[in-house]
């Protein structure tokens, strides 16, 4: 179950290889005694585009973006302001983010949270249960054919699972791994570089092929303007660096979501 990292490129490739040495010597947390949480799918399913607002400190991008922030009272902001859904970042050294971030989170706000890792060994699926999150991070770039097996591992959990891809031959992938939830990042984990194109072609490639499920375009998003492409095509758009950086979190979410 542990995907060959050696073969993902780039910073992409890095972090995943740093993340699984933290990981790999984790024991499996005791059975949660936090009642299930929220869906994600269900905050999806909300009619319009569902705003899933993320919890960011620093990128290796953008460098430091609000690395004071506290976690419950940005996330408490953001739900104020329309956000349906959290993403956590819960990666350490790159995202200073934490796993205590996930908890007060889930603590502060009754909308589905997202743990947003680099998701390496099957520990990490029963510590999202066991922080309260909604749902996992999969990303196919990293998983390539373990993508399915992580799949079922988060449903044996109770856990939703965002399947994210970036090209054509990775939304196949999820495709043929059953992903019910696809999220399209625009930015390039492997160069760091966002092209908002990706995501309404990546978007209508999987329409195209049949997919039913729920669609969920990532990165790149700084004004109302640029969501309105996405618009009928859909659920969901994620966005970090826009609002964690503004100084009036709820106002900057209300922006895009016009709640
Ligand atoms: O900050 P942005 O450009 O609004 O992007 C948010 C989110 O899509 C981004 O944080 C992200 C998408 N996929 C990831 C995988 C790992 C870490 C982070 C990400």
Do not use: C
Not at 12 to 21: D, K
Not at 54 to 82: D, T
Not at 126 to 135: D, I, K, P, Y
Not at 143 to 150: I, N
Request: net charge negative; no cysteine; aromatic share 4%.
């Amino acid at each position: 179950m542990i995907p060959e990292l050696s073969r993902v490129p780039g910073v992409l490739g890095e972090i995943s290889r740093r993340r699984l040495r933290e990981v790999e010597g984790l024991q499996v947390p005791a059975e949660p005694v936090l009642p299930s949480p929220p869906l994600l799918s269900q905050a999806l399913r909300l009619p319009g585009l569902s705003l899933i607002a993320e919890v960011k400190r620093k990128s290796p991008s953008q460098g430091e973006i609000a690395v004071a922030l506290e976690a419950a009272e940005v996330a408490r902001a953001y739900v104020a302001g329309g956000a349906r859904a959290i993403s956590v970042l819960t990666e350490p050294h790159y995202f200073a983010g934490s796993d205590q971030d996930l908890r007060e989170v889930r603590a502060a706000v009754d909308v589905p949270v997202l743990r947003k890792d680099f998701t390496v060994h099957p520990v990490q699926v029963a510590e999202a249960r066991a922080l309260g999150a909604s749902a996992v991070l999969l990303i196919v770039a990293v998983l390539g054919r373990l993508t399915a097996s992580y799949l079922q591992l988060a449903e044996q959990a109770g856990l939703e699972a965002l399947v994210e891809v970036h090209d054509e031959a990775e939304l196949e992938l999820a495709l043929s791994a059953g992903a019910r939830i696809i999220g399209v990042n625009n930015r390039n984990l492997i160069d760091l570089s966002i092209d908002r194109r990706t995501a309404p072609r990546l978007g209508r490639m999987a329409r195209a092929a049949g997919f039913r499920g729920l669609l969920v375009a990532e990165s790149g998003y700084n004004d109302k303007a640029q969501l309105q492409e996405l618009e009928g095509l859909f659920d969901g758009v994620l966005i970090g660096t826009s609002l964690a950086r503004s100084h009036n979190w709820q106002a900057a979410a209300s922006q895009m979501t016009g709640v």
